[in-house]
Protein backbone atom coordinates (compact mmCIF):
# COMPACT_ATOMS: atom_id res chain seq x y z
CA UNK A 1 0.00 0.00 0.00
CA UNK A 2 0.95 3.51 -0.45
CA UNK A 3 0.37 6.06 2.36
CA UNK A 4 -0.01 9.60 1.20
CA UNK A 5 0.14 11.99 3.80
CA UNK A 6 -3.13 15.22 3.79
CA UNK A 7 -2.79 18.68 4.92
CA UNK A 8 -4.47 17.09 8.27
CA UNK A 9 -2.43 15.59 10.63
CA UNK A 10 -3.52 12.10 10.79
CA UNK A 11 -5.64 11.48 7.65
CA UNK A 12 -3.82 9.50 4.96
CA UNK A 13 -4.79 9.07 0.88
CA UNK A 14 -4.31 5.25 0.46
CA UNK A 15 -4.03 3.56 -2.45
CA UNK A 16 -3.58 -0.41 -2.52
CA UNK A 17 -0.18 -1.41 -4.64
CA UNK A 18 -1.41 -4.15 -7.55
CA UNK A 19 0.32 -7.40 -8.02
CA UNK A 20 -0.42 -8.08 -11.71
CA UNK A 21 -0.66 -10.37 -13.78
CA UNK A 22 -2.95 -11.67 -17.13
CA UNK A 23 -5.78 -12.55 -14.57
CA UNK A 24 -5.85 -9.29 -13.28
CA UNK A 25 -4.21 -8.11 -9.83
CA UNK A 26 -4.38 -8.68 -6.50
CA UNK A 27 -3.73 -5.79 -3.71
CA UNK A 28 -4.07 -5.29 -0.02
CA UNK A 29 -6.16 -2.95 0.99
CA UNK A 30 -5.68 -3.08 4.74
CA UNK A 31 -2.67 -4.25 7.34
CA UNK A 32 -3.01 -4.24 10.81
CA UNK A 33 0.92 -4.23 10.90
CA UNK A 34 1.28 -1.20 8.24
CA UNK A 35 -1.58 1.02 10.51
CA UNK A 36 0.43 0.39 13.85
CA UNK A 37 3.74 1.35 11.85
CA UNK A 38 2.37 4.60 11.35
CA UNK A 39 0.44 5.21 14.64
CA UNK A 40 -2.65 4.82 13.03
CA UNK A 41 -5.34 2.91 14.62
CA UNK A 42 -5.78 -1.01 13.26
CA UNK A 43 -9.01 -1.99 15.29
CA UNK A 44 -11.65 -3.15 13.58
CA UNK A 45 -15.31 -3.66 14.83
CA UNK A 46 -17.68 -3.09 11.95
CA UNK A 47 -17.94 -2.60 8.26
CA UNK A 48 -20.83 -0.52 6.73
CA UNK A 49 -21.82 0.29 3.36
CA UNK A 50 -23.50 3.09 2.02
CA UNK A 51 -25.38 3.12 -1.33
CA UNK A 52 -26.51 6.26 -2.97
CA UNK A 53 -29.31 6.88 -5.60
CA UNK A 54 -28.48 10.63 -6.97
CA UNK A 55 -25.08 12.04 -8.25
CA UNK A 56 -24.85 15.41 -6.32
CA UNK A 57 -26.08 14.06 -3.26
CA UNK A 58 -23.94 15.36 0.47
CA UNK A 59 -23.95 13.03 3.21
CA UNK A 60 -22.17 14.75 6.34
CA UNK A 61 -20.28 15.76 8.16
CA UNK A 62 -20.47 12.75 11.16
CA UNK A 63 -18.57 11.41 14.02
CA UNK A 64 -19.01 9.37 17.06
CA UNK A 65 -17.75 11.53 20.46
CA UNK A 66 -16.56 10.67 23.11
CA UNK A 67 -16.30 7.58 25.20
CA UNK A 68 -17.17 6.46 21.60
CA UNK A 69 -14.92 8.06 19.03
CA UNK A 70 -13.89 5.91 15.88
CA UNK A 71 -11.34 5.88 12.98
CA UNK A 72 -12.10 4.66 9.79
CA UNK A 73 -10.81 3.79 6.61
CA UNK A 74 -13.46 4.59 3.58
CA UNK A 75 -13.22 3.64 0.11
CA UNK A 76 -15.98 3.92 -2.39
CA UNK A 77 -16.27 0.56 -4.40
CA UNK A 78 -18.81 2.15 -6.96
CA UNK A 79 -19.38 5.35 -8.49
CA UNK A 80 -17.45 8.12 -7.34
CA UNK A 81 -17.63 10.54 -4.40
CA UNK A 82 -15.70 13.58 -3.28
CA UNK A 83 -14.77 12.46 0.44
CA UNK A 84 -14.14 14.79 2.96
CA UNK A 85 -12.36 14.97 6.57
CA UNK A 86 -12.88 17.98 8.61
CA UNK A 87 -10.65 17.91 12.21
CA UNK A 88 -12.98 18.56 14.99
CA UNK A 89 -10.24 18.21 17.66
CA UNK A 90 -9.07 21.13 19.66
CA UNK A 91 -5.80 20.09 20.16
CA UNK A 92 -4.62 19.16 16.60
CA UNK A 93 -2.58 21.41 14.65
CA UNK A 94 -4.99 21.12 12.18
CA UNK A 95 -8.11 22.15 13.89
CA UNK A 96 -10.97 23.48 11.87
CA UNK A 97 -9.03 22.58 8.75
CA UNK A 98 -10.40 20.40 6.00
CA UNK A 99 -9.15 18.23 3.16
CA UNK A 100 -11.24 16.48 0.56
CA UNK A 101 -10.33 13.78 -2.30
CA UNK A 102 -12.25 12.09 -4.78
CA UNK A 103 -12.27 8.25 -4.48
CA UNK A 104 -13.57 6.38 -7.27
CA UNK A 105 -14.20 2.49 -7.90
CA UNK A 106 -11.71 2.99 -10.73
CA UNK A 107 -8.76 4.27 -8.37
CA UNK A 108 -9.82 2.27 -5.50
CA UNK A 109 -8.08 5.03 -3.20
CA UNK A 110 -9.16 5.17 0.13
CA UNK A 111 -8.83 7.80 2.95
CA UNK A 112 -8.32 6.62 6.58
CA UNK A 113 -10.29 9.43 8.94
CA UNK A 114 -8.80 9.27 12.65
CA UNK A 115 -10.96 9.89 15.65
CA UNK A 116 -12.25 13.41 16.13
CA UNK A 117 -12.54 13.83 12.60
CA UNK A 118 -15.31 14.41 11.18
CA UNK A 119 -16.56 12.94 7.83
CA UNK A 120 -18.62 13.03 4.85
CA UNK A 121 -18.53 13.21 1.17
CA UNK A 122 -20.43 13.84 -2.11
CA UNK A 123 -21.19 11.39 -4.98
CA UNK A 124 -19.99 12.64 -8.58
CA UNK A 125 -22.15 9.69 -10.11
CA UNK A 126 -25.54 7.99 -9.53
CA UNK A 127 -25.72 5.02 -7.81
CA UNK A 128 -22.81 5.72 -5.93
CA UNK A 129 -21.33 3.01 -3.22
CA UNK A 130 -19.05 3.43 -0.44
CA UNK A 131 -17.34 0.82 2.24
CA UNK A 132 -16.58 2.04 5.77
CA UNK A 133 -14.23 -0.43 7.63
CA UNK A 134 -14.98 1.33 11.05
CA UNK A 135 -12.43 1.14 14.32
CA UNK A 136 -15.59 1.29 16.91
CA UNK A 137 -19.00 -0.39 17.45
CA UNK A 138 -21.74 2.59 16.43
CA UNK A 139 -23.61 4.13 19.21
CA UNK A 140 -26.61 6.23 18.44
CA UNK A 141 -25.77 8.16 21.61
CA UNK A 142 -22.60 9.31 20.50
CA UNK A 143 -23.73 10.33 17.02
CA UNK A 144 -21.97 13.84 16.31
CA UNK A 145 -22.47 16.39 13.61
CA UNK A 146 -21.22 19.42 12.08
CA UNK A 147 -23.26 21.09 8.93
CA UNK A 148 -21.60 20.11 5.69
CA UNK A 149 -22.45 24.06 4.81
CA UNK A 150 -21.21 26.10 7.72
CA UNK A 151 -19.17 28.78 6.73
CA UNK A 152 -17.01 28.66 9.61
CA UNK A 153 -15.83 25.26 7.62
CA UNK A 154 -15.85 26.73 4.58
CA UNK A 155 -15.98 22.74 2.72
CA UNK A 156 -15.81 23.45 -0.91
CA UNK A 157 -18.40 21.13 -2.69
CA UNK A 158 -17.83 20.52 -6.38
CA UNK A 159 -21.51 20.00 -7.31
CA UNK A 160 -24.75 22.04 -6.64
CA UNK A 161 -26.39 19.56 -3.35
CA UNK A 162 -29.54 18.22 -5.30
CA UNK A 163 -30.18 15.81 -1.72
CA UNK A 164 -29.21 16.21 1.80
CA UNK A 165 -30.95 14.52 4.26
CA UNK A 166 -33.07 16.46 7.04
CA UNK A 167 -30.79 14.96 9.67
CA UNK A 168 -27.91 16.36 7.98
CA UNK A 169 -29.45 19.60 7.68
CA UNK A 170 -30.28 20.16 11.66
CA UNK A 171 -26.88 19.78 12.53
CA UNK A 172 -25.46 22.75 14.15
CA UNK A 173 -22.61 24.78 12.78
CA UNK A 174 -19.20 24.38 14.49
CA UNK A 175 -19.18 25.96 17.61
CA UNK A 176 -22.64 26.17 18.32
Known amino acids: MIFRET ?40 CST ?32 HDVALDLRPDSPTFRRWVAADLSAENRRMLYVPEGVAHGFQTLADDTEVFYQISEFHHPESARG ?21 RDEAWPPLGA
Open 146 to 166: VRWDDPACGIRWPLAPVTVSP
Open 7 to 46: ALDGVWLIEPEPLADERGFFARTWCGREWQARGLNPALAQ
Open 50 to 81: SWTRARGTVRGMHYQGRPHEEAKLVRCTRGAV
